[in-house]
């Protein structure tokens, strides 16, 4: 079972990125998929679920309206779109199954000037 980020970097406030997460060794469509992020000194935190259909679940109210999680089924992959991005956003974003309890090795997101 693996789950491997891609698509982070740095940004300019007011930017985008999208975040990937291919999956393997494992039936992906059937698994809630979600996205967290830990910023420097603090807590690892939930950004977005979706659920095995597609529909998102849940969003951090920080990021509601900003970011849309997506899956791809057929590509085993999950996404997060990030649009208006703000310094706070700035933080390691990783890939987790929760049925499973795999975490990706995580995908650095920098928001600057």
């Known amino acids: 079972v693996q789950l491997v980020e891609s698509g982070g970097g740095l940004v300019q406030p007011g930017g985008s990125l999208r975040l990937s997460c291919l999956a393997s060794?494992?039936?992906?469509?059937?698994?809630?998929m979600s996205w967290y992020r830990q910023a420097p000194g603090k807590e690892r935190e939930l950004v977005a679920r979706v659920i095995s259909s597609g529909v998102s679940s849940y969003y951090l109210d920080s990021v509601k309206g900003r970011f849309t999680i997506s899956r791809d089924n057929a590509k085993s992959t999950v996404y997060l779109q990030m649009n208006s991005l703000r310094l706070e956003d700035t933080a390691v974003y990783y890939c987790?199954?929760?049925?499973?309890?795999?975490w990706g090795q995580g995908t650095l997101v920098t928001v600057s000037p």
């Open positions: 987790y199954a929760p049925r499973l309890a795999v």
């Open positions: 060794g494992f039936s992906f469509s059937g698994y809630v």
